[in-house]
């Protein structure tokens, strides 16, 4: 894959891909519809501020070199442009992980989520989970496989914009509802070698400010994901969609002129939806797959104790599917060493 | 995963368009020679069979993988042939070769059902056969769709054994060429494509010399066949010199036809083969779809360095324009599965100030 020529006249380089080859082999090759990518560029470049003019603001975006299109069907469009009716948005939602609320899982300090397998038994007959709380100090950030009664990913979308505007229940109206960039699903992209299952929030759930208190709270409720279908984007992995709910957490200017829903929302603005999600570690994973695609007899955290683990890391995309929104989250599947 | 996409309406967005491209194909004497080794001596670019009915030229040694099939060269008579007889090396198998060819190009008469011969002239009206034959089939790797009609050239040398493109006479190197087809006419279709006649040429404008065929080239196909009386009258008889494991042998191209294999008359050909060049054409079936950008589309995007704190970078204010900036198009099927991607050589920039149209060719 290399970098187009452009010294002279803008060419374009087209190519099928492998599912386009296999679709023409099958008989099944139908091109119905087209999106634009812009995946090379990095809007960060944009100098409002360049001391020659307006002209200058997009003269190093504008230089980007392009590389060739490739075949592969995860790596040419991962976002992509997007329409909206109106022309004068100044913010797009963000999204975010939750790591405030009790039952939200955080990140642990190697980046990675951990989802322990609950029939993994140390040789003195503790569990997976157990042993880990003892090596990472706590328990912030293991999910435990297809349990939904402890540790959940909680994902947040919104504007993280701070206090311009502030997270009121008018600005929602104003500049989410309004715009069109409610997320009312997200799609989770899994590999579904390792994960068997995505849950997504039943009809019960609700993350909302609790009267009087200044305080918020997540009632939580789980169903399977609708509609697991092979990814269209990544390769060997699965598609689930799961519902996002309208995120009814709002600015709550307390006694101490704070605003205290930044303690339970991780958007520092006019908020959107969320959505929780369980996850379920495939039961068939065999020891070879621990060696091939993991690691095995590691050690974790500090090490608190001498006990090694078998792991897998993998990842699970979740994206909006109004915005287009989307997220990485590092998972680490870990059971105890076999 | 894009989210936005924009229906392509294949009545009014896409069209379909042909194009002949053509390819210059100089196959130089140096391959025909035969004596490409590999470095470590155990291979040639000229491959034999054990059944000893053809050679095949390679551009490189034929046990590596980078090599080419580029020819392959054999020779044949008709079994109404002078040389046909059973005394004859490899009678059968030079019958054989000529039939295969024969009816696979040019088919059966109507009448007796037998098999058409080769003939110096576009009628096949059985007037001028050429019994006697050298066949040099080109790879489809070579000749692509067809070799393009008027392109094809052959130089043959007539010297000696030792120097058959004797440079001190003119008279030692004879091309032949198919100078009277054109893509007009000029040719004969039969059931095995269209066919045009070889004819001795010369001079840089090319005339013919005499108004005989000497041989025809078969443009779907990809075969050339030439008369094996074009060597009658080398120099000194000498097509086969000392073949293989027969010492102090000298035969000329009819003695060869009755008392050499397959292989040895191959063998002597390629000794005797100079530049071969033609055209070959490939027909480009192309889809162009007209991805359509409107002014009030695509002007946002969900990369995620387009924001800061969900601030879009490139406005300080809301009635700033928005801008993005195209590098890619992807075309989806209903179940948004990217069935082809297409990279534009710059960022193209989009803004609700200007539309445009990318223009997005899948060959087929």
Sequence with gaps: MAFLDNSGDIILDAVLTDVGRKRMAQGQFSISKFAIGDDEIDYALYNKNHPSGSAYYDLEILQTPILEAFTQINANINYGLKSYARQDLLYLPSIKMNNLMGRAVQTSSVGVTYLADPNSFASDDVPVTTKLTTDLGSNLSIMISADDSDKILMIETGLDSGNDPVGSSTNQSNFIIANDLLENNFTVSYNSKFISQVRGPDGNVDFSNVTGTGAASLTTGFIGADATVSSTTVGEFHDATVRGVLNRVYRSVGSGGSDTALNYSVMRGPRGTFTLLGLSINPDIPTSDYQEFGKTGQTQGSGASTQTYDYIDTSIFVTGNNTGVSMQIPIRIIRIAA | ?364
Excluded: W
């Design chain 2, 1 to 364: 995963m894009p989210t936005t996409y924009e229906t392509l309406n294949v009545a009014t967005d896409s069209t379909t368009t042909k194009t002949i491209l053509h390819e210059v194909l100089p196959l130089t004497g140096t391959l025909a020679s035969g004596t490409y080794d590999s470095p470590d001596g155990t291979s040639f670019n000229i491959k034999n069979y054990t059944h000893g009915m053809f050679q095949s030229v390679y551009d490189y040694p034929f046990l590596s993988s980078s090599a080419n099939h580029i020819y392959d060269i054999t020779i044949g008579y008709d079994e109404s042939s002078q040389f046909s007889g059973s005394t004859s090396t490899q009678n059968s198998k030079k019958i054989n070769i000529y039939n295969q060819f024969a009816q696979i190009l040019l088919g059966y008469t109507e009448s007796a059902n037998t098999v058409r011969l080769f003939e110096n002239d576009l009628t096949l009206d059985n007037e001028g056969v050429m019994q006697n034959v050298f066949v040099i089939p080109f790879s489809r790797l070579i000749t692509k769709d067809q070799v393009k009609k008027g392109t094809f050239s052959m130089t043959l040398g007539t010297g000696s054994y030792l120097n058959p493109f004797n440079e001190s006479n003119a008279d030692s190197l004879i091309k032949l060429q198919d100078l009277s087809a054109s893509d007009q006419g000029g040719t004969t279709p039969t059931i095995g494509g269209d066919y045009g006649i070889l004819y001795l040429s010369s001079g840089s404008a090319p005339t013919k010399l005499g108004d005989n065929g000497i041989g025809a080239v078969f443009y779907q196909a990809g075969v050339a066949v030439v008369t094996a009386s074009v060597l009658d009258n080398i120099a000194n008889s000498e097509f086969i010199v000392n073949a293989t494991g027969i010492a102090n042998l000298s035969q000329s191209v009819d003695q060869a036809l009755t008392g050499s294999s397959i292989t040895a008359s191959c063998d002597a050909l390629r000794n005797r083969i100079g530049n071969i060049t033609f055209n070959n054409s490939t027909e480009i079936n192309s889809t162009i779809y007209f991805c359509r950008l409107p002014v009030n589309k695509f002007n946002y995007s969900s990369n995620p360095t387009y924001t800061l704190g969900s601030k879009i970078r490139v406005k300080n204010v809301a009635s700033d324009l928005p801008v993005s900036y195209v590098t890619t198009v992807g075309l989806y099927n209903a179940r948004n599965e990217l069935l082809a991607v297409a990279k534009l050589s710059e960022p193209l920039k989009k803004t609700p100030q200007n539309e445009m149209t990318l223009r997005v060719r899948l060959d087929y």
